[in-house]
């Protein structure tokens, strides 16, 4: 079964970029799926960012878009964020998800991003 | 604020039946059969409960059940356990460019 695992730092500094990837398990990126990654702050709600198709073909969420690129490494079988210029409000955990259809059917476990100096 | 609105908490005991409401407009929950709910444990990710307004993904009990009126669709728990305690959060395709929005969620407590 298709398993997702997001890995990168816990701490960024503010007006850095932070950076995460998602490696995927168990089955290909490269199937008819997208690709999100969505966020959720402390105590708050979820918040999606973005997603990616195995072709290159991306979508994201308007008030994030200035900040984020999202990639795909097919030879790795994962996928990434990017978000620049962070600040306090980018504090949350950040889960990648994959998409079934117009909803979002596996997801990885969560890594905390922190913004703080 | 979130585009879906959810109330913040509903509780119930043990075997009774709770409905959660999610509530949107034209553009996304009523105009679209692309509800999706999602179940999140303190500390853990979200699971997908239901997908397209009523489809239950392979393991999930049939204990919950989704439906959708106009702009507003629904979550419905019967036979209320312990282990649903959690909070949920409804989301739904939208033709607005931001694509996917979330209710607020909704805190689940089973008395």
């Known amino acids: 079964q298709v398993q997702l695992q997001e890995s990168g730092p816990g701490l960024v500094k503010p007006s850095g970029t932070l950076s995460l990837t998602c490696a995927v398990s168990?089955?290909?990126?490269?199937?008819?799926?997208?690709w999100s990654w969505v966020r959720q702050p402390p105590g708050k709600g979820l918040e999606w960012i973005g997603e990616i198709y195995h072709s290159g073909s991306t979508n994201y969420n308007p008030s994030l878009k200035s900040r984020v690129t999202i990639s795909v490494d097919k030879s790795k079988n994962q996928f990434s964020l990017k978000l620049s210029s962070v600040t306090a409000a980018d504090t949350a955990v950040y889960y990648c998800?994959?998409?079934?259809?117009?909803?979002?059917?596996?997801w990885g476990q969560g890594t905390m991003v922190t913004v703080s100096s | 604020q979130s585009a879906l609105t959810q109330p913040a908490s509903v509780s119930g005991s043990p075997g009774q039946s709770i409905t959660i409401s999610c509530t949107g407009t034209?553009?996304?929950?009523?105009?679209?059969?692309?509800v999706s709910w999602y179940q999140q444990h303190p500390g853990k990710a979200p699971k997908l409960m239901i997908y397209?307004?009523?489809n239950r993904p392979s393991g999930v009990s049939n204990r919950f059940s989704g439906s959708k009126s106009g702009n507003t669709a629904s979550l419905t728990i019967s036979g209320l356990q312990a282990e649903d305690e959690a909070d949920y959060y409804c989301s739904s395709y939208t033709s607005s460019s931001t694509l996917r929005v979330f209710g607020g969620g909704t805190k689940l407590t089973v008395l």
């Open positions: 168990g089955g290909s990126i490269s199937s008819s799926n997208w």
């Open positions: 998800a994959r998409g079934l259809v117009r909803s979002f059917d596996i």
């Open positions: 034209s553009s996304d929950v009523g105009g679209y059969n692309y």
């Open positions: 397209d307004v009523s």
